[in-house]
């Protein structure tokens, strides 16, 4: 078997399985704690998604992408530790602002912190990526997601308390990076080597990317802020639900797409026009096949899955019409996120950053309005409005930036 087709295999079992078991908290926690629970869960996890991605900075396909060592192994872990600090104070500032209670508090500041874990391995694995061993970071991916999983049952029988479950959450997962991530990672790291710049020459060239990063995972999570402030955590409980089966689609498709990182950085900076297009149309059928499985095993499957993953409230079978929308969200959400790789890979900053504005403006402009015209269905509607205003102005510098860059060989 080859290192590709183990990258694959690994990566994308690995990392499906890390995101089965993460979505499988929400499961647990209503069956185990209660809708009520479940909505304060719901509510930190929108907050701590903006904390993570600003965290990470959007830097892991720049640092996987930066073939002539501009930057060294060494700068780009300690620029991780600096934007890690940073997004947990910035959640926290946020939390005190809006009028949560301390319990909710508490609950936004544990999840935050058990994402936040996931930020810092982030940047160990991207040593492992570059050095084309994704199938050791899948591993990693799948065993954390089995921890995660065990941590949230047992924490929950053993205490009866979520504060409590996502304390020892955080201090698991920590722990096993600590543990695994880190030695297995420092073994492929150069840290002897040197770059050309340090620490703030490189998060300032990144300001863009994280930037961009904040405005992707904000466009998502302003129609379900919304959701919570019109509708209350119960509805937003209720929407988290019905899009979590429909999510498992989009994080396979995305984790697929992972390993080939490295390969459309090569084929960019070798001006490969023929095999660079031949890659984008294999993607884009990839995309219809999506939207093809998706819609239909709504159609055929929705009511049975809803009533499968959640027999203690059957009500949530009355917003199964849902996952139509949120498929096509779904699937808008995996072209946005392909189409910002790729921007980033041929350092198109400008576009980045003007199609993640374009997409966060729109969702902010029609999300409460749909929200308090359609109820939860607003949600919906304002994902596909925001994520679609998005892709489409995404697809257009990608376009542009392609037509001038392949023109110079």
Same mark, same amino acid.
């Given at each position: 078997?080859?290192?590709?087709?183990k990258?694959?295999i690994?990566?994308?079992?690995?990392?499906?399985?890390?995101?089965?078991?993460?979505?499988?908290?929400?499961?647990?926690?209503?069956?185990?704690?209660g809708?009520?629970a479940?909505?304060?869960?719901?509510?930190?996890? *929108?907050?701590?998604?903006?904390?993570?991605?600003?965290a990470?900075?959007?830097?892991?396909?720049?640092?996987v992408?930066?073939? $002539?060592?501009? &930057? /060294?192994?060494?700068?780009?872990?300690h620029?991780? &530790?600096?934007t890690?600090?940073?997004?947990?104070v910035?959640?926290?500032?946020?939390?005190?602002?809006n009028s949560?209670t301390?319990?909710?508090r508490?609950?936004?500041?544990?999840f935050?912190?058990?994402?936040?874990?996931?930020?810092w391995s982030?940047?160990?694995?991207?040593?492992?990526?570059?050095?084309? +061993?994704?199938?050791?970071?899948?591993?990693?991916?799948? %065993?954390?997601?089995?921890?995660?999983a065990?941590?949230?049952?047992?924490?929950l029988?053993a205490?009866?308390?979520?504060?409590?479950?996502?304390a020892?959450?955080?201090?698991?997962?920590?722990?096993?990076?600590?543990?695994?991530?880190?030695?297995?990672?420092? +073994?492929?790291?150069?840290?002897?080597?040197?770059g050309?710049?340090?620490?703030?020459?490189?998060?300032?060239?990144?300001?863009?990317?994280? !930037?961009y $990063?904040?405005?992707?995972?904000s466009?998502?999570?302003v129609?379900r802020?919304?959701?919570?402030?019109i509708?209350g955590?119960?509805?937003?409980?209720?929407?988290?639900?019905?899009f979590l089966?429909v999510?498992?689609?989009?994080?396979t498709?995305?984790?697929?797409?992972?390993?080939?990182?490295?390969?459309?950085?090569?084929?960019?900076a070798g001006?490969?026009?023929?095999a660079?297009?031949?890659?984008?149309?294999?993607l %884009?059928?990839?995309?219809?096949?999506l939207?093809?499985?998706?819609?239909?095993?709504?159609?055929?499957?929705?009511?049975w899955?809803?009533?499968?993953?959640?027999? /203690? *409230?059957?009500?949530?079978?009355?917003?199964?019409?849902?996952l139509?929308?949120?498929v096509?969200?779904?699937?808008l959400?995996?072209?946005a996120?392909?189409?910002?790789?790729?921007l980033?890979i041929? +350092?198109?900053?400008?576009?980045?950053?003007?199609?993640?504005?374009?997409?966060?403006? %729109? %969702?902010l402009?029609? /999300? !409460?309005?749909?929200?308090?015209?359609?109820?939860?269905?607003?949600?919906?509607?304002?994902?596909?409005?925001?994520?679609g205003?998005?892709?489409?102005?995404?697809?257009a510098?990608?376009?542009?930036?392609?037509?001038v860059w392949?023109a110079?060989?």
């Open positions: 078997m080859t290192q590709l087709k990258n694959l690994f990566n994308t079992a690995g990392s499906l399985l890390f995101y089965v078991c993460q979505a499988s908290v929400n499961l647990l926690v209503v069956a185990l704690a809708v009520e479940n909505g304060l869960l719901a509510t930190a996890m *929108t907050i701590a998604n903006v904390a993570l991605s600003a990470s900075y959007g830097m892991r396909t720049f640092q992408s930066d073939l $002539s060592g501009k &930057y /060294s192994d060494r700068t780009y872990l620029s991780r &530790y600096i890690v600090s940073a997004a947990f910035g959640c926290m500032a946020f939390a005190f602002v949560y301390a319990e909710q508490w609950v936004i500041a544990l935050t912190l058990y994402r936040l874990v996931e930020s982030d940047v160990w694995h991207g040593f492992l990526q570059k050095a084309e +061993r994704m199938d050791i970071v899948g591993i990693s991916f799948g %065993a954390r997601g089995l921890l995660t065990a941590c949230v049952v047992g924490g029988l205490t009866h308390s979520l504060i409590a479950m996502l020892l959450l955080v201090v698991l997962n920590a722990g096993y990076v600590l543990a695994v991530d880190i030695p297995l990672a420092r +073994r492929r790291a150069d840290f002897s080597a040197q050309a710049a340090g620490v703030w020459p490189l998060l300032a060239e990144c300001l863009p990317l994280a !930037a $990063s904040f405005l992707n995972t466009i998502g999570s129609p802020y919304y959701c919570e402030r509708l955590s119960v509805q937003l409980n209720y929407f988290a639900n019905v089966p999510m498992v689609l989009q994080v498709v995305i984790y697929l797409f992972v390993p080939f990182i490295t390969a459309f950085a090569r084929m960019w001006r490969e026009r023929a660079y297009y031949r890659a984008l149309r294999w %884009a059928g990839l995309l219809a096949a939207w093809a499985v998706g819609a239909a095993g709504a159609a055929l499957l929705g009511k899955g809803l009533s499968l993953l959640y027999p /203690s *409230t059957p009500e949530i079978l009355g917003y199964a019409p849902l139509q929308p949120l096509v969200a779904t699937l959400t995996v072209l996120t392909v189409l910002c790789h790729l980033t041929a +350092r198109h900053m400008k576009g980045l950053i003007a199609g993640n504005l374009a997409g966060l403006a %729109a %969702a402009a029609v /999300s !409460a309005p749909l929200i308090r015209a359609f109820d939860v269905y607003g949600a919906a509607l304002a994902t596909i409005a925001g994520i205003v998005q892709a489409l102005v995404l697809g510098a990608l376009l542009v930036r392609c037509r392949f110079e060989t």
